[in-house]
């Protein structure tokens, strides 16, 4: 008896890790135009993928005081505010703040300086140094001008936010932060009964909350028809409470819609899925409050420098 379900479990997990390395091969084949790209001069590419660095006080942006934001050369995503912009006098444009959740910090190879990268895309943008008291912030982004582009302020994008449910909210992020026209995300709980709840409560199953993500998107380069068909086609719709190999209610499948058009554009989603043979079980809720996880859950995948291990791209549109 001991044997045969040794054997059952084996298989068990034979078969539930095969499936998400099946999904994880599957997430090469990300339609383009999520990730489509502004065509880079040479000089661009040198600085902005291959991470050079521009010549001091030669940059567009360096003596520049107009008002608006300074966003990515490459993807576009917002990423410095113009009021926390400052002269630090080193040669390049800085700042003592980012939008949040748009730049990324990574320790250089050498462990002397700390690179900065466009969260949405990875672009090279600088590098970011503390402790030196120029601005209360006590934080510099020293970045390439190069890196930037400018949208004055009156024609920022507009944008709109949605919140999605399914399954490990870190697979989810994963993915939605590669859309292009993704602005900003956070990953949290929602739907439940308890207010400020934290991670070890939704595990327990006692709060009735989902793990959640909110994603801020540019209306002028997205919609959200193409953010919700991206979180149908990375993640399994027709699973109930779990996503691979998790498992737990926090896991259910769910749109949150802000707006009846968010409403309608989901079931009209739905009704092509199952028109072509998903058995979708993903619910379609009104928003509720959405609580922010903790710090160490946001984007952990970037932070892990890992990949999902039960979400992956599958074309279902």
């Known amino acids: 008896m001991f044997g045969k379900f040794t054997i059952f479990i084996?298989?068990?997990t034979f078969i539930a890790f095969a499936g998400c390395t099946q999904r994880q091969n599957q997430s090469a084949s990300i339609p383009q135009k999520n990730m489509k790209f502004k065509q880079l001069t040479p000089e661009e590419e040198r600085v902005i993928v291959h991470?050079?660095?521009?010549v001091p006080f030669t940059g567009k942006y360096e003596k520049f005081n107009e008002?608006?934001?300074y966003i990515c050369k490459r993807c576009g995503a917002p990423l410095y505010r113009s009021g926390d912009k400052f002269d630090a006098r080193c040669g390049w444009p800085s700042f003592d703040d980012e939008v949040p959740g748009a730049v990324k910090?990574?320790?250089d190879a050498d462990g002397m300086r700390t690179e900065i990268e466009c969260a949405s895309c990875g672009a090279h943008l600088g590098h970011v140094f503390l402790?030196?008291?120029l601005t209360p912030k006590d934080t510099r982004h020293c970045v390439n001008s190069i890196s930037l582009d400018f949208v004055p302020a009156g024609s920022e994008a507009q944008t709109d936010?949605?919140?999605f449910a399914g399954g490990c909210f870190w697979g989810v992020e994963y993915y939605m932060k590669k859309i292009n026209g993704v602005i900003s995300t956070e990953v949290g709980y929602t739907g439940g009964k308890t207010d400020h709840p934290d991670y070890k409560q939704v595990c327990s199953g006692t709060t009735g909350h989902y793990e959640a993500i909110e994603v801020v998107f540019d209306l002028h380069r997205t919609s959200f028809e193409e953010v919700a068909k991206m979180?149908?086609?990375?993640?399994?719709?027709?699973e109930w409470n779990h996503q691979g190999p998790d498992w737990g209610e926090q896991y259910r499948s769910a749109v949150f819609y802000k707006t009846a058009e968010q409403k309608a554009i989901t079931k009209k989603l739905i009704r092509l899925l199952k028109e072509k043979g998903y058995k979708v079980v993903t619910e379609v809720l009104p928003a509720k409050t959405f609580w922010k996880a903790e710090d160490y859950h946001q984007d952990y995948y970037d932070h892990k420098g890992a990949t999902p291990y039960c979400h992956g791209y599958v074309k279902r549109f």
């Open 10 to 12: 084996l298989a068990f």
């Open 51 to 54: 991470k050079g660095t521009e």
């Open 67 to 69: 008002t608006g934001t």
């Open 105 to 107: 910090r990574i320790p």
């Open 131 to 133: 402790g030196e008291g």
């Open 161 to 163: 936010t949605a919140i």
């Open 231 to 238: 979180f149908f086609e990375t993640h399994d719709p027709t």
